[in-house]
């Protein structure tokens, strides 16, 4: 009787909780950045990805080119 009783407190918590739960829920609104403009958000990637990969080698070519 107790657990029933328990499980039926839970599940109207949790239901309530995910309606008060915020926004509509729409794909990508909770992003810092902009899913509307494809093109941009494909640059954006490619400079902070491509930033990330790039810097080992630069490193390395500063390092073998000091003197």
């Given at each position: 009787?107790?657990?029933s009783r328990f499980a039926s407190?839970?599940?109207n918590f949790?239901?309530?909780a995910v309606r008060r739960g915020g926004?509509?829920?729409t794909p990508g609104e909770n992003l810092p950045f902009s899913?509307?403009?494809?093109f941009k958000l494909?640059?954006?990637?490619?400079?902070?990805f491509g930033s990330?990969?790039?810097a080992p080698f630069i490193v390395l070519r500063h390092q073998?080119?000091?003197?």
């Open positions: 009787m107790f657990s407190i839970a599940r949790t239901t309530s926004h509509g829920g899913l509307d403009n494809r494909t640059a954006l990637f490619v400079i902070f990330g990969l790039a073998m080119l000091k003197k």
